[in-house]
């Protein structure tokens, strides 16, 4: 249940506003006033998640659309965080949802918001392999080498998730190939761990360090698994005769 309740003109109860925002039941909301609208944008429900939050998570594109066109305010209502610090723009991204990922970038979403644990949408289009999101939020002004609370940059999770295509466009973006998380680990670090030999491979063409230690003690070939390590060491030979 929403904790706030909204009965008006429009007779619709916060849990109504809600229903309509998951199931796309945008005529619901083309019959509130302005004011009316700028009340149901300020409900929350259990999880401090906002219609906007919702119909954003659902794909709806149509209420998305009227609640970010709403005049004088729409980067207000872009921008609010739920309980965990995602906005609609950390949904949009998560989801996939490319045009509405626009939509809410046209009406003032800021790109370098963070969650509670420090992650910006840039973080989750790339733990999520979403290649043109990532392009269009770096096009948008995202920080290509922001850290969340691990340290971790979008390349980080990109190469720890397998990500090739999302890892390419952050290289060629000017991500930093050995940046370091808390402990010291580098994003080849992390696809050595997953054994992932083409996003390996991809970083060491370019310039990622096979000789990084980590806070344990360990270098990338020592995280390597024996299958995996002569064609690292063998990508290593490459480079530096390169």
């Not at 229903?19 to 302005?34: I, M, N, Y």
């Not at 998305?64 to 872009?78: D, E, M, R």
Request: with cysteine.
């Amino acid at each position: 249940m929403a904790d706030v309740e909204m009965q008006d003109a429009s007779h619709a109860s916060a849990e109504q506003i809600f229903k309509a925002a998951e199931t796309g039941d945008f005529l619901v909301f083309q019959e509130l006033s302005r004011d009316q609208l700028l009340r149901t944008c300020s409900l929350r429900n259990d999880d401090s998640r906002t219609p906007l939050h919702v119909a954003v998570s659902f794909g709806q594109e149509e209420i998305v659309k009227i609640l970010c066109n709403l005049p004088g305010s729409s980067q207000t209502i872009v921008n609010v965080a739920d309980e965990e610090g995602w906005t609609p723009l950390h949904s949009a991204v998560s989801c996939g949802q490319l045009s509405i990922m626009e939509i809410l970038l046209q009406a003032g979403a800021d790109v370098s918001a963070k969650t509670t644990g420090g992650r910006t949408p840039l973080h989750y289009a790339a733990s999520k392999g979403h290649t043109k999101i990532a392009e269009v939020l770096v096009a948008s002004g995202a920080n290509i080498n922001e850290k969340d609370m691990l340290g971790c940059t979008p390349l980080h999770r990109a190469a720890s998730a397998g990500h090739f295509n999302v890892c390419e466009v952050l290289i060629e973006e000017g991500a930093k190939v050995d940046a370091t998380d808390k402990m010291g680990q580098t994003p080849l670090m992390y696809a050595t761990i997953c054994s992932d030999k083409q996003v390996a491979l991809l970083l060491i063409r370019h310039g990622a360090d096979v000789d990084a230690e980590d806070k344990e003690g360990y270098t990338v070939l020592g995280r390597a698994s024996d299958d995996l390590r002569p064609a690292l060491i063998d990508a290593a030979k490459l480079m530096l005769e390169g």
